[in-house]
């Protein structure tokens, strides 16, 4: 089952989420294998951590609630919330394996929160917008029948286009776009 975790940073909380950050990095070393994609989101500035987002395959949502609130910079305090929801990979890979690769661009977390009728369950049909996405899926309840919104990772030129990837905005309570980037442990050459 995948589950998309985004733990939203507390104000104030860069120091101890930079003291934790060997922490945070072992502790998801040990979900190497199930991690789909991760990284931290930022301020419109790019300076400063809002977030953290794991896309993960775990078990049963025991198992995901046990990885987002075991995390060490939640354990810390470093976080104000989490949300954390089934999620379903339609594209099928991981961040690592995004054809556009680790650099260039800008990145987005794309979450838009809804109830009802389901929209957006497939990624965009066009070639570009298919190129562009690193990561995309519905978000559903924990026994994974009902749809309650749509969370993409996208290389766009800014938050207004990576916020178009959902096709139907009116179906959303809310749109969030937050810069995002790859995380993890920085590639050694």
Known sequence: MEFLCYHRDRSGSMPLRQALLEAHWAYMDGFAKQLIARGPTFDAAGETCTGSVHIVDLPDAAAARAFAFDEPNYQAGVYRDVLLRRWRNTLGRTMWEFPGGREG?????VL??????????????????????????????????????????VRAPDAAT??????????????????WSFGGRPPTS
């Open 112 to 153: 838009g929160l809804g109830e009802g009728e389901p929209v957006d369950l497939t990624p965009p049909a066009g070639p570009a917008d298919g190129d562009d996405l690193i990561a995309y899926g519905p978000l559903l309840s924990d026994d994974g029948t009902t749809w309650v919104g749509t969370a993409a990772l």
């Open 162 to 179: 990576a916020a178009a990837v959902l096709r139907t905005p009116g179906r959303y309570a809310d749109i969030e776009v937050h810069d």
């Open 105 to 109: 661009g800008n990145r987005y977390l």
